[in-house]
């Protein structure tokens, strides 16, 4: 009984320690930029999920297309309709892992900068993304920015032909994570 009772103490001491690595937020922020010399495009949400286990090493993000807002409502609707055709591609969605993790140095303030390399799924199409990220430990949480080129024929996203000189051949993406919270 003594055996079980300890064992039980140790495994739940063992799930609460990982519980205490992971964060998350259902604000992070999340912008892409698009600049030619006929038309600059850029857009914003802040609706997007992350998780990171510092414990592991992952990094998970996931956001809806839709919530990314634009200046023009005009550029908004095309952005949705016509090119990431949101409808039937409603979500993007990032699955990672950082490359050189040491959990010990997410364990006092301060930054700490990693690699992480994983998969973005986006309009259908999976293709592996790296790029680096910079996270700043502080005692209420961790926050957390990254940015990379994507390519939208990458992705199978067509831009039409008369409007090639309008949209960018490389799209930078920045993430800002401001509000990641220890799930306990």
């Not at 992070?28 to 698009?34: D, K, L, M, N």
């Not at 038309?39 to 809806?64: K, R, T, W």
């Not at 990431?84 to 364990?107: I, Y």
């Not at 080129?149 to 409007?163: A, F």
Request: aromatic share 10%; hydrophobic share 45%.
């Amino acid at each position: 009984m003594k055996i079980s009772l300890v064992g039980l103490l140790l495994c739940i001491s063992v799930f609460a320690h990982a519980q205490q690595n992971r964060f998350f937020t259902r604000e992070a922020g999340v912008s892409f930029y698009s600049e030619t010399p006929l038309e600059n495009i850029e857009a914003h949400l802040y609706s997007g999920v992350a998780i990171v286990d510092i414990a592991n090493g992952q990094v998970e993000f996931s956001l809806l297309i839709k919530d990314f807002k634009f200046k023009n409502a005009v550029m908004q609707e095309h952005f949705n309709e016509n090119y990431m055709e949101s409808d039937k591609f409603p979500r993007a969605v990032f699955k990672g892992n950082l490359d050189k993790h040491n959990t010990s140095l997410f364990l006092k303030e301060g930054s700490v900068k990693e690699i992480v390399t994983g998969n973005l799924t986006l309009h259908g199409i999976t293709r592996p993304v790296q790029a680096e990220i910079q996270f700043t430990v502080k005692a209420e949480g961790l926050s957390a920015q990254a940015s990379f080129i994507i390519q939208p024929l990458d992705y199978n996203i067509q831009i039409p032909t008369i409007l090639n000189s309008k949209i960018a051949k490389d799209i930078k993406v920045n993430i800002q994570i401001n509000a990641l919270k220890k799930i306990s």
